[in-house]
T-cell receptor
């Protein structure tokens, strides 16, 4: 079983609609959760992180965390063509003093005009 | 702020040669740097974690004698791929964590290595 799982997609979303991405993780000791956006051929860029149960909003993005169910999701409101990218979910566990990030394989999002 | 650079951005080398990739934090001190590898359409796989002034900690399955990591200063870490083979062709990305930070890590732009 993979430690961090995401649907690979592609997730096709009409422009202006809401894109909903899900991520599940296996390690109950995980403490903080991150969403990154990665354009083809580029390195990831941080969208937001969340470490408490519930919702966290940042502009058009909302992260939702449910530790009991071991899932974290990302909503993208008013999707734009520039949001077309692969979205990586990352989970951080403090297995050692510096922590370790485990990444999901990513969900490809395609926003269609 | 929080800019991480990598050099080179891409490199082509012949099988059997060694390649060094540099990762620099430009405007902050990075006590911890991470090295990842990403194959096409796959996720980032952590290769190793390095702390300034100490030996790197390698993930299971990563050959430490093949992937030499040096974190000699608070702003520079290097990854040397020794005796490279075509299967080492990949996208190598470093990230750095600023001293005192526990959540953020800043990614470099990546280095695309092609071994012929």
């Amino acid at each position: 079983q993979k430690e961090v799982e995401q649907n690979s997609g592609p997730l096709s979303v009409p422009e202006g609609a809401i894109a909903s991405l899900n991520c599940t993780y296996s390690d109950r000791g995980s403490q903080s959760f991150f969403w990154y956006r990665q354009y083809s051929g580029k390195s990831p860029e941080l969208i937001m992180f969340i470490y408490s149960n519930g919702d966290k909003e940042d502009g058009r993005f909302t992260a939702q965390l449910n530790k009991a169910s071991q899932y974290v999701s990302l909503l993208i409101r008013d999707s734009q063509p520039s949001d077309s990218a692969t979205y990586l979910c990352a989970v951080k566990t403090w297995t050692d003093s510096w922590g370790k990030f485990q990444f999901g394989a990513g969900t490809q999002v395609v926003v269609t005009p | 702020g929080a800019v991480v650079s990598q050099h080179p951005s891409w490199v082509i080398c012949k099988s059997g040669t060694s390649v060094k990739i540099e990762c620099r934090s430009l405007d902050f001190q990075a006590t911890t740097m991470f090295w990842y590898r990403q194959f096409p359409k796959q996720s980032l796989m952590l290769m190793a974690t390095s702390n300034e002034g100490s030996k790197a900690t390698y993930e299971q399955g990563v050959e430490k004698d093949k992937f030499l990591i040096n974190h000699a200063s608070l702003t520079l870490s290097t990854l040397t791929v020794t005796s490279a083979h075509p299967e080492d062709s990949s996208f190598y990305i470093c990230s750095a964590r600023e001293q005192g930070q526990i959540y953020e890590q800043y990614f470099g732009p990546g280095t695309r290595l092609t071994v012929t």
